[in-house]
């Protein structure tokens, strides 16, 4: 790459990034305190990052994706430890085989719930104890709200029966002239639901991922206690 090349792309990078300054000056300060502290939890804490990174650049709609595989994430996890908890091996087993025991520990409950449904999961995750009543509902809420019409692209679960504004024109005698007006539903309105998604999203993710966030944090706390020396165990 010449000095001329670098120049360019230099000058589009910068660009790029002021770009993102409104979003950033926006959105930073909500995610402040999850992104600034680790869960010392490191099957979670890469996922933490990049969700918060997401909203602090305006990138909402991966944020909101990158939720949902945080979430399924979370309960599994969440679910596999909680099931591991009590299978304890011999001394004179464990030793030399650390590897082996490791795996061994956590094989019986990745068969339970590695493959399960988000459904099944939150379900789950209630009875044990790992989520409050309260907390079984909302998620169940948001699985039908950002899981199911994100990862599905089900227009459907994410407009509902919302409707907007539009206008027909045509042009004419080199003026646009008024056709029709209507208020169609956006679900069966193609054209606009790449930009209310968008929009829909800088409001939504911030807020589903800060639940979540919390979430992930009560059920740290559950498993493992409080952190204590940065440390995480297993």
């Given at each position: 790459?010449?000095?001329?090349?670098?120049?360019?792309?230099?000058?589009?990078?910068?660009?790029?990034?002021?770009?993102?300054?409104?979003?950033?000056?926006?959105?930073?300060?909500?995610?402040?305190?999850?992104?600034?502290?680790?869960?010392?939890?490191?099957?979670?804490?890469?996922?933490?990052?990049?969700?918060?990174?997401?909203?602090?650049?305006?990138l909402c709609q991966a944020a909101i994706t990158l939720t949902n595989h945080f979430l399924?994430?979370?309960?599994?996890?969440?679910?596999?430890?909680?099931?591991?908890k009590d299978k304890k091996e011999k001394e004179e087993d464990i030793k030399g085989r650390?590897?082996?025991?490791?795996?061994?520990?956590?094989?019986?409950?990745?068969?339970?719930?590695?493959?399960?449904?988000?459904?099944?999961?939150?379900?789950?995750?209630?009875?044990?104890?790992?989520?409050?009543?309260?907390?079984?509902?909302?998620?169940?809420?948001?699985?039908?709200?950002?899981?199911?019409?994100?990862?599905?692209?089900?227009?459907?679960?994410?407009?509902?029966?919302?409707?907007?504004?539009?206008?027909?024109?045509?042009?004419?005698?080199?003026?646009?002239?008024?056709?029709?007006?209507?208020?169609?539903?956006?679900?069966?309105?193609?054209?606009?639901?790449?930009?209310?998604?968008?929009?829909?999203?800088?409001?939504?993710?911030?807020?589903?991922?800060?639940?979540?966030?919390?979430?992930?944090?009560?059920?740290?706390?559950?498993?493992?206690?409080?952190?204590?020396?940065?440390?995480?165990?297993?």
């Amino acid at each position: 790459m010449n000095e001329e090349e670098k120049k360019k792309l230099t000058e589009e990078v910068n660009k790029i990034i002021q770009s993102r300054f409104e979003f950033i000056y926006r959105n930073y300060l909500l995610i402040r305190d999850a992104y600034k502290n680790d869960y010392y939890w490191p099957e979670l804490d890469p996922l933490r990052d990049e969700i918060c990174l997401s909203i602090m650049f305006g990138l909402c709609q991966a944020a909101i994706t990158l939720t949902n595989h945080f979430l399924e994430s979370l309960l599994k996890n969440a679910l596999i430890i909680l099931n591991g908890k009590d299978k304890k091996e011999k001394e004179e087993d464990i030793k030399g085989r650390i590897i082996t025991s490791f795996m061994k520990k956590y094989e019986e409950g990745i068969g339970l719930y590695g493959n399960a449904k988000l459904n099944k999961t939150i379900n789950c995750a209630c009875s044990v104890g790992l989520i409050t009543k309260e907390q079984k509902e909302q998620l169940h809420q948001f699985r039908e709200r950002f899981r199911n019409a994100y990862s599905h692209a089900d227009k459907t679960k994410t407009f509902g029966k919302s409707t907007m504004p539009v206008a027909g024109l045509k042009f004419e005698n080199t003026e646009f002239k008024l056709v029709e007006k209507g208020e169609p539903e956006i679900a069966n309105f193609l054209i606009g639901q790449g930009l209310v998604q968008a929009i829909m999203a800088q409001n939504d993710a911030p807020r589903y991922f800060l639940y979540i966030d919390r979430l992930a944090r009560d059920i740290r706390m559950r498993l493992f206690g409080s952190i204590d020396n940065n440390s995480h165990e297993d």
